[in-house]
Antibody, heavy 119, light 110 residues
Framework: EVQVVESGGGLVQPGGSLRLSCAASGFIFTSYSMNWVRQAPGKGLEWVANIKQDGNEQYYVDSVKGRFTISRDNPRNSLFLQMNSLKVEDTAVYYC????????????WGQGTLVTVSS | QSVLTQPPSASETPGQRVTISCSGGTSNIGANYVYWYQQLPGTAPKLLIRLTNQRPSGVPDRFSGSKSGTSASLAISGLRSEDEADYYCATWDDSLVGVVFGGGTKLTVL
């Protein structure tokens, strides 16, 4: 069974940092690009970042460029999102999502991890 | 403000057909496949339509997708109470070099 499980969310002050993790299982991790998608409370979906299978190419939404870094550890079937200089508007549930790079064919989603940025 | 525009809400009675629109531009919908997601209350989104008009395994044929120019649509026929959910369109944007989502449409089955 395909499964992705996020962890690492929590409460952080504005300007702080947080690192999200995603553990993948049930599929060949190196065959898939991976993504982070977020959803602010009561709001819609927003794609955050994508990383290709070998980890050598990454794409980001403009609002997080220079602050967030997506990475992966293929031998450990893990995906990460390092979030620095956090802002209040980064408050959201962050989903780890399996999917293509140039097509949002997001067929497997985690349960999400909540990040709250507040003083 | 989302790059893709969806109506914030839609409603219809059980058994009827409803269509949800998604309007974009030449760099996104006009140039790429469209995807649709269903998000039931309190749950993660689920892929409903891929490659503009293909249903993943397990998705009932009551759900269908289409595209014309820079607009796309999701149609749901034979509405059921369990179809009450938020629906999102998504595609790749060649200018933004990233994935864009619509703002979402909350479907109410009356």
């Amino acid at each position: 069974e395909v499964q992705v499980v996020e962890s690492g969310g929590g409460l952080v002050q504005p300007g702080g940092s947080l690192r999200l993790s995603c553990a993948a299982s049930g599929f060949i991790f190196t065959s898939y690009s991976m993504n982070w998608v977020r959803q602010a409370p009561g709001k819609g979906l927003e794609w955050v970042a994508n990383i290709k299978q070998d980890g050598n190419e990454q794409y980001y939404v403009d609002s997080v460029k220079g602050r967030f870094t997506i990475s992966r550890d293929n031998p450990r079937n893990s995906l990460f999102l390092q979030m620095n200089s956090l802002k209040v508007e980064d408050t959201a549930v962050y989903y780890c999502v399996r999917g293509d790079t140039y097509h949002p064919d997001f067929d497997s989603w985690g349960q999400g991890t909540l990040v709250t940025v507040s003083s | 403000q989302s790059v893709l525009t969806q109506p914030p809400s839609a409603s219809e009675t059980p058994g009827q057909r409803v269509t949800i629109s998604c309007s974009g531009g030449t760099s996104n919908i006009g140039a790429n496949y469209v995807y649709w997601y269903q998000q039931l209350p309190g749950t993660a989104p689920k892929l409903l339509i891929r490659l503009t008009n293909q249903r993943p395994s397990g998705v009932p044929d009551r759900f269908s997708g289409s595209k014309s120019g820079t607009s796309a649509s999701l149609a749901i026929s034979g509405l059921r109470s369990e179809d009450e959910a938020d629906y999102y369109c998504a595609t790749w944007d060649d200018s933004l070099v990233g994935v864009v989502f619509g703002g979402g449409t909350k479907l109410t089955v009356l």
